[in-house]
């Protein structure tokens, strides 16, 4: 965080200084409650309804407190701790989060999707940082509350900042951008999920497309022009420029000859009348509009195409995400545990595809969450398409689950189909037949330990 006097920031709040000292400069800020305080030198904002344990805000002190509790209350705080008293929180929190986010006139893509995300945002920043200081979230963890820090991690240093957004409900996107004001948007695609907190496909698409309004004013939009659900969202109110990428011909980053190469894909990329020849490590035709996503994006911000390419092929692979591994009887295990949605199951499917011809198939496929009333339609969806592939061993790990078996078999599959609640026992069904004709996919939940470890353990290397 760019320090702040804490003067200054009475001053922009208008708050009223109850107690303490205002010398001093914020180099921290969390909201109350929701975020872990750990540090000295923080701003903390406190809501009317938080309960206030001053002695541990003091023993990190100095702290600063803004909040719109009774003045009362508000002098309790004790000699290192700094109180200002707002007439509203929620007005002081956006007023602060406007004000911080001006003080950078940087480049910050969000980006969102039912697929692909942690990705692209890991691809754009492994091409940015050889020469900018890049601020990013960690990982998937992109839940709203984790904004705040993230934002703040922004200071005088920082060049470019790409975030990936959360979606669990409607309304988180809408709240994120509010808190990012992003300059380039990205939608690598729109599947299914989180259909709980949305209520339907047509409720999660007009969530995901919250990141429309959400791109600040003359902004971009990077989209997939392959995506059927992303054509339904309506960009009539968008101003800014919109790139599209994939391998429809009205692509403006568009990729063609896509073939499996050795640890990856390799394409052709045509922008502007230009070719490029381009690889990018890992699997899956996926994986290459994950690549046009983040080209667009680092392009848009001024990077070189070749440039881009040279960087982006160098990206290391994340784990757990089609990683290929060598297995027991000299099988070959694909760990997919990342994450299991409908669309990513059917992505992990086409790579089996290109890679499994004359190959023993073995499918261990887990629960798929978060589907709310529609989760046996989409689980025997599942089972359908395994059903129209030559699969050697399908096991299906959960009660969930169990639907992909059940429509697989119903639809006529010659796999040997096993079910289970937990991976107890999966083991001595999958040693007799792991050898070097064998290839396993696993995947599931990443809310799902045992299969996680369970996969860890097929591997040799």
């Not at 914020?26 to 929701?34: C, D, F, G, L």
């Not at 209350?73 to 109180?83: F, G, H, I, Q, S």
Request: charged share 25%.
């Amino acid at each position: 965080m760019q320090p702040l006097l804490v003067k200054d920031i009475r001053q922009l709040l208008q708050g009223k200084l109850i107690n303490g000292s205002e010398s001093w400069q914020v180099r921290e800020t969390i909201y109350y409650n929701r975020h872990d305080h750990t540090k000295r030198y923080t701003l903390l904002f406190v809501s009317r309804d938080d309960t206030i344990n001053w002695n541990a805000i003091n023993k990190k002190g100095p702290s600063l407190v803004i909040s719109d509790k009774p003045t009362s209350e508000l002098k309790m705080a004790l000699p290192n701790t700094t109180v200002i008293k707002v007439d509203s929180l929620v007005q002081a929190y956006w007023k602060f989060i406007e004000y911080y986010r001006g003080l950078f006139h940087i480049p910050v893509v969000t980006i969102t999707g039912t697929c692909g995300k942690t990705t692209t945002k890991d691809m754009i920043k492994h091409i940015l940082s050889k020469d900018q200081n890049v601020q990013a979230s960690e990982s998937s963890k992109n839940e709203p509350r984790r904004s705040l820090p993230y934002l703040m991690g922004i200071d005088e240093k920082t060049d470019a900042a790409v975030f990936e957004h959360g979606l669990g409900n409607s309304g988180n996107i809408k709240h994120q951008c509010l808190i990012y004001q992003p300059t380039i948007g990205i939608i690598t695609t729109i599947g299914v999920h989180h259909l709980d907190g949305c209520g339907n496909l047509e409720g999660y698409i007009k969530a995901k497309a919250e990141i429309v309004d959400g791109v600040k004013k003359d902004g971009t939009l990077i989209l997939n022009a392959n995506d059927e659900n992303t054509k339904k969202i309506p960009l009539h109110s968008f101003k800014g420029k919109i790139i599209y990428f994939g391998t429809d011909m009205r692509s403006d980053f568009r990729a063609s000859t896509i073939k499996f190469a050795n640890n990856g894909m390799e394409f052709l990329l045509h922008v502007s009348n230009r070719t490029y020849e381009a690889f990018i490590p890992g699997y899956g035709e996926h994986q290459v509009f994950n690549a046009l996503a983040a080209l667009a994006a680092v392009n848009d911000m001024g990077m070189d195409i070749k440039e881009g390419i040279s960087r982006l092929a160098t990206f290391k692979n994340m784990a757990r995400h089609l990683e290929f591994s060598n297995g027991f009887g000299g099988s070959t295990i694909i760990d997919d545990t990342w994450t299991n949605n409908p669309t990513s199951v059917e992505a992990a499917l086409k790579v089996l595809d290109s890679i499994g011809e004359g190959k023993n198939i073995i499918l261990v496929l887990g629960d798929i969450n978060r589907l709310g009333n529609f989760e046996k339609k989409y689980h025997r969806e599942i089972g359908t398409l395994v059903a129209k592939r030559n699969i050697h061993t399908l096991v299906t790990i959960g009660s969930k689950a169990e639907e992909i078996a059940r429509q697989a078999k119903q639809d006529g599959s010659k796999a040997n189909i096993h079910m289970f609640q937990n991976v107890s026992g999966l083991k001595e069904v999958l040693d007799p037949i792991l050898d070097g004709n064998a290839i396993l996919l696993i995947k599931g939940p990443m809310s799902s330990r045992s299969m996680i470890d369970f996969a860890n353990s097929l591997k040799t290397t």
